[in-house]
């Protein structure tokens, strides 16, 4: 649906999701630590918007979409 954006390209994907109006698509990555630090994994998240055909580059290793209904 889209191409990676840099901080995806040597990651491992490990999740792929879209909301329910599959206006906004999300693909996350793992890849290793730091050199100093390699046990822990770097999480990193692309959010894409199918509307604006913009993405946006964050780090995390989680992510979901809800609704929530205001009364």
Aim: hydrophobic content about 40%.
């Amino acid at each position: 649906m889209f191409e990676r954006t840099i901080n995806l390209v040597n990651d491992r994907i490990i999740n792929y999701r879209f909301d329910p109006s599959e206006k906004w698509l999300v693909s996350i990555g793992i890849a290793p630590g730091s050199l100093e630090k390699p046990q822990f994994i770097k999480g990193n998240m692309q959010l894409f918007s199918v509307e604006q055909h913009r993405s946006q580059a964050l780090e995390t290793q989680a992510t979901s979409f809800a609704t929530c209904k205001v009364l």
